[in-house]
Structure formats: structure tokens, C-alpha cells
């Protein structure tokens, strides 16, 4: 975990296209690489998800974490929720901020939304699909049901809290909207329009995003490495978010092998370097502050509760400081 002296800044902006909003969280360390990289979380869920990704990136570069419309407590537009509706918010947040060349990091459902942005932008050079999905061969709601459940069994019980409390904010009745279209969505068809070179990551335990449908992407990928991480399962972008940070840095610098597997060892996040009970009882704070806010549609508070949160997590986990 972060080991720099320097803390996270963290503003919250909300991008409005049209009718549709999206919440941007911007977390910088101000580290001057001229790198940027742009968090798309995946179905009914939030921002939150990369609460440890975001800051082990943002010493590499400046985050911009989005919750889009309809998910994380900001309203949805009326517009069908469909890849390429939320590629149209990306694109319109890369405009926006004059990012020309992001490196977009996609989970679950925001792969396809990432891919769909790489299709229709050539110039991006890479880019990050973490735990992708649809697999075609499986691509009905029952079955899906199936496989998430059967990842879910490997998940932490933080994670579990993580998804309910993002689905209550979301809404069943907008999740079942978008439900849909993310299974319709072939994203074995669309990776081959991009330029980028993607890599690809699952986690040991990632029954919705098996290997038959990674070893399709890569034969179809202009440029395409895969790498899986022992241990993991669906969200591993949270519960191994030192893996994926490292993975995302060797793949944006080239200097990673077409093809590997990485210990869960060096992948999973660690126990909190300064973990007791303020500690703990901070960061259950702030994040549930976060979603009485978000809920109440108070961007003031989303705003003060993700600095919190993320100050909270920076002082635990960076050594030898409480700050």
C-alpha cells in the first residue's frame, strides 16, 4: 500500500451530459507523470470498489473514479442504460477534463463501457478489463445468477457490505433495467475494434469471467495480454488491488509477459499497517456517511465523506504514520 509521504486530495465534481450526470471522484497525490487513469465500476455497484485501488494509482498519476448515472445514489437519466449510453458519459468526462490519453480501467459490467470507449477512440494505448464480461456461451440471467453466486462464496464479508449497500443506492428496479443489456452485450465482438493494448486480468475463482472467454478476447484483441491472480474471485479489483495496481504499471510500462499468474501473496491487500479500532470505526463512518448522503442526493457530503474515508485508509495503511 501507499508508502510516500505526500496524502491523497480527493474532490468530487459531477459531470452532466444532456440529462445524465456522473459523479467524478478525483484523487491525487500530486505526482507529476502526466499519466491519468479513469475507474468504471461494473453493474449496480460504485466508486467505492476501488477504494484501495484508487489510492495505489494516484501515486502514479491522477484518478478520476466514476459512479455513472443511475448507480452510487446519482439519479438516472431516462436514456436505456446500455454500453454504449455510460461509453457516452466516459467520453464526455475524458473531454471534459482534456484527458487525450487515459489509461480506462474497467470492472465487470465497465468492461464493456470500456471497451466500447476503446472502439470508438483509436488514439488510447491502453487500457485495463478486469473480470470481463458477458461469456456468450452462458449469457442468460439464471445462469449468471449462478456463477456470481458461486464467486460471491469467495468473497470477504466487507465486500458483501460493499455490494448491498451500492445495489439499496442503485435500486432494484434500475439494476433489472440494466440487467439486460449488460447480458446482450458481446464483448468478444466489439474488443477487436479498439487499438489499445488491453490487458486482461480474473481472479483464480471468477466464475463469471471464466478463461474460454479470456482466451477468446485475446485471440480478437488488436494487443492483449492476460494475467490471472491466485486466490481472487469476482472482485478481486478490491480484494486484490495490489495486484491489479501492479499488474495496470508493468502493462502501461510494457514491461509485463503476454501470459501469467501472480501469488495471491503479492496481489492481496494487507492488513492495515496502523488497524485499531478508531481506525476501524473511521472508516465505517465515513463510508456509511458516504451512502446516507448519496442517498439523500447531498454531493456536499459524498464529497466530505470520500476525503474522509480516503484519509482514514491512507493514515492505516502507510507506514509509520497516523496521521
Given at each position: 500500500?501507499?508508502?510516500?509521504?505526500?496524502?491523497?486530495?480527493?474532490q468530487?465534481?459531477?459531470?452532466?451530459?444532456?440529462g445524465?450526470?456522473?459523479r467524478?471522484?478525483?484523487?491525487s497525490?500530486?505526482?507529476?507523470?502526466?499519466?491519468?487513469?479513469?475507474?468504471?465500476?461494473?453493474i449496480g455497484?460504485?466508486?467505492?470498489?476501488?477504494?484501495?485501488?484508487?489510492?495505489?494509482?494516484?501515486?502514479?498519476?491522477e484518478?478520476?473514479?466514476?459512479?455513472?448515472?443511475?448507480?452510487?445514489?446519482?439519479?438516472a437519466?431516462?436514456?436505456?442504460?446500455?454500453?454504449?449510453?455510460?461509453?457516452?458519459?466516459?467520453?464526455?468526462?475524458?473531454?471534459?477534463y482534456g484527458?487525450?490519453?487515459?489509461?480506462?480501467?474497467?470492472?465487470?459490467?465497465?468492461?464493456?463501457?470500456?471497451?466500447?470507449?476503446?472502439?470508438?477512440?483509436?488514439r488510447?494505448?491502453?487500457a485495463?478489463?478486469?473480470?470481463?464480461?458477458?461469456?456468450?456461451?452462458?449469457s442468460?440471467?439464471?445462469?449468471?445468477?449462478v456463477?456470481?453466486?458461486q464467486?460471491?462464496?469467495?468473497e470477504?464479508?466487507?465486500?458483501?457490505?460493499l455490494?448491498?449497500?451500492?445495489?439499496?443506492?442503485?435500486?432494484?428496479?434500475?439494476?433489472?433495467?440494466?440487467l439486460?443489456?449488460?447480458?446482450?452485450?458481446?464483448i468478444?465482438?466489439r474488443?477487436g475494434?479498439?487499438?489499445?493494448?488491453v490487458?486482461?486480468?480474473?481472479?483464480?475463482?471468477?466464475?463469471?469471467?471464466p478463461?474460454?472467454?479470456?482466451?477468446?478476447l485475446?485471440?480478437?484483441a488488436?494487443a492483449?495480454?492476460?494475467?490471472?491472480?491466485?486466490?481472487?474471485?469476482?472482485?478481486?479489483?478490491?480484494?486484490?488491488?495490489?495486484?491489479v495496481?501492479?499488474?495496470t504499471?508493468?502493462?502501461?510500462?510494457?514491461?509485463?509477459?503476454?501470459?501469467?499468474?501472480?501469488?495471491?501473496?503479492?496481489?492481496?491487500?494487507?492488513?492495515?499497517a496502523?488497524?485499531?479500532l478508531?481506525?476501524v470505526?473511521?472508516?465505517?463512518?465515513?463510508?456509511l456517511?458516504?451512502?446516507i448522503?448519496?442517498?439523500?442526493?447531498?454531493?456536499?457530503?459524498?464529497?466530505q465523506?470520500?476525503?474522509?474515508?480516503?484519509?482514514?485508509?491512507?493514515?492505516?495503511y502507510?507506514?509509520?504514520?497516523?496521521?
Open positions: 500500500m501507499p508508502d510516500a509521504s505526500r496524502p491523497a486530495d480527493v468530487v465534481d459531477t459531470y452532466r451530459r444532456g445524465a450526470r456522473t467524478v471522484t478525483r484523487i497525490t500530486g505526482t507529476e507523470t502526466g499519466r491519468s487513469f479513469v475507474l468504471v465500476a461494473g455497484v460504485a466508486s467505492s470498489y476501488f477504494e484501495f485501488l484508487a489510492p495505489l494509482l494516484a501515486e502514479e498519476g484518478v478520476y473514479a466514476l459512479d455513472l448515472p443511475g448507480f452510487g445514489g446519482v439519479p437519466s431516462g436514456e436505456q442504460p446500455t454500453a454504449q449510453f455510460f461509453a457516452d458519459q466516459v467520453e464526455g468526462v475524458l473531454d471534459h484527458l487525450t490519453e487515459p489509461v480506462l480501467i474497467g470492472h465487470s459490467m465497465g468492461t464493456q463501457v470500456v471497451t466500447e470507449v476503446l472502439a470508438r477512440r483509436h488510447l494505448t491502453h485495463v478489463l478486469v473480470s470481463p464480461v458477458i461469456d456468450e456461451t452462458e442468460n440471467a439464471l445462469l449468471q445468477a456463477r456470481f453466486a464467486s460471491t462464496v469467495r470477504s464479508i466487507h465486500i458483501a457490505f455490494a448491498l449497500s451500492a445495489y439499496l443506492l442503485c435500486g432494484f428496479l434500475y439494476f433489472f433495467e440494466t439486460p443489456h449488460m447480458l446482450r452485450y458481446r468478444s465482438d474488443i475494434a479498439g487499438r489499445a493494448t490487458l486482461l486480468i480474473r481472479g483464480e475463482f471468477d466464475r463469471p469471467s478463461r474460454r472467454l479470456h482466451s477468446r485475446v485471440a480478437r488488436h492483449a495480454r492476460r494475467w490471472e491472480i491466485e486466490g481472487a474471485a469476482h472482485c478481486v479489483v478490491n480484494s486484490h488491488a495490489v495486484g495496481a501492479r499488474l504499471m508493468r502493462h502501461v510500462h510494457d514491461e509485463l509477459a503476454p501470459k501469467g499468474r501472480m501469488p495471491a501473496a503479492d496481489a492481496a491487500v494487507p492488513p492495515a496502523h488497524a485499531d478508531r481506525m470505526l473511521g472508516a465505517m463512518a465515513s463510508r456517511a458516504e451512502w448522503s448519496a442517498a439523500r442526493k447531498d454531493e456536499d457530503g459524498v464529497e465523506a470520500k476525503a474522509r474515508h480516503t484519509r482514514v485508509l491512507w493514515s492505516a502507510r507506514p509509520g504514520s497516523r496521521d
